[in-house]
């Protein structure tokens, strides 16, 4: 029987997500790498290439149902990792496949004079973010951040993007997200720029791009006013219209690109709200509770099974003195039934009881 431990080496031993410095895309494919590992572990003969998280803990669900163990607090634990794993994945891979959407529309880019950076990691001594990409262009630098979409959005007065009636899934409102963004990135180019004893004026704009399904019409209310956003068909148009108070220089272009080619170079912490140290310990743990092929006893099933047949037994006990009493009240055969009848459940009751009760040294 496998032990926890032998769990967690083999997590280990196949060396995914062992590290935090990836790049996004990077952490996506380790994503499905773990997935298809802890699929393999939890469905064994069951497995097949195209599993998902969302039938492996369908799997230990049943198991931990079978075996009634779903409360217990290894397996509930587990069971509550692999939803939010489950949850990780989704989002990643919704966000990847927006980027890859996005970065192949921008592939028939029709700007003279214009880059794409791609997914640059910007930091200070308090705050930290990723930017899907980056456009440098001679009238400025725009930061794009990716969202793909199913349903309509509502930007809300608060600056939070609401997707049809799921609700709000961002850790803060997306326009303080975007401001944070923007001021890291200005922040960042301005510091390089002056330590490099370079003149060039650091001007950073965004969007927000939507990536929609090809062909489904989405609705969009923006509440907030204070965010630029387009779909992703329409986001060459914006960029090759783009235009500022800001005009770059041949040089000052290409002293900018060697500073965003060296960001986008440099690999960053890449933040997950899931530590895997701990996400690999709890399936561990569930994984080998769940061997066990007997359901595990509480202490107080064990008490209540131990009484239950002694208050059963006393319970006939009385209801056998109530039958006796009755019996001498009665006269002839019937009466004689009655006293046999009472006698021989008081002898089959007290029998019954002397079984139950527990043997001294």
């Known amino acids: 029987m496998k032990k926890t431990e032998d769990y967690i080496r083999e997590m280990e031993e196949s060396n995914i997500l062992m590290t935090n410095e990836v790049t996004f895309q990077e952490y996506a494919n380790e994503l499905l790498k773990f997935q298809d590992l802890v699929c393999k572990m939890v469905a064994r003969d069951k497995y097949h290439e195209q599993m998902r998280i969302e039938e492996a803990l369908k799997i230990i669900e049943n198991i931990s149902l079978e075996k009634e163990m779903r409360n217990h607090p290894a397996v509930h ?3 509550v990792t692999m939803s939010a794993l489950s949850k990780e994945i989704a989002i990643t891979m919704s966000g990847a496949k927006g980027e890859k959407s996005v970065s192949k529309t921008l592939e028939y880019l029709n700007r003279p004079n214009t880059k794409v ?5 910007v930091e200070d001594d308090q705050e930290k973010s990723e ?4 456009i440098l262009t001679d009238s400025g630098i725009i930061i794009l951040e990716v969202k793909k979409v199913k349903s309509s959005i509502t930007l809300t007065e608060d600056g939070k993007m609401v997707l049809g009636e799921e609700g ?3 850790r803060i409102p997306l326009g303080e997200k975007m401001a944070i963004k923007r001021k890291l990135l200005k922040n960042t180019l301005e510091n390089i720029v002056s330590s490099a004893g370079l003149d060039i004026p650091i001007y950073v704009d965004s969007y927000i791009v939507f990536s929609t399904p090809k062909g489904q019409y989405i609705k969009m209310e923006d509440r907030y006013h204070k965010e630029k956003y387009c779909f992703r068909i329409a986001l060459n148009q914006k960029i090759e219209n783009y235009v500022s108070n800001t005009h770059y220089t041949d040089e000052q272009l290409k002293q900018l690109d060697g500073i965003l080619s060296e960001m986008a170079a440099n690999l960053k912490r890449f933040h997950t709200d899931l530590n895997f140290d701990d996400v690999r310990h709890s399936l561990a743990e569930a994984m080998y509770v769940l061997q066990n092929e007997t359901k595990e006893v509480t202490v107080e099933e064990t ?9 059963k037994v006393i319970k006939n006990s009385l209801v056998n003195e109530k039958a006796k009493t009755k019996s001498k009240k009665l006269n002839g055969s019937n009466g004689l039934e009655y006293i046999a009848v009472g006698a021989i459940a008081s002898i089959v009751g007290i029998a019954l009881l002397l079984k139950s009760s527990p043997k001294r040294a």
């Open 131 to 134: 930017l899907d990409a980056v």
């Open 77 to 79: 634990k587990g069971i």
């Open 168 to 170: 709000c899934y961002d």
């Open 303 to 311: 008490i209540k099974e131990t009484t239950e047949p002694k208050q």
């Open 117 to 121: 950076f791609r997914n640059i990691y």
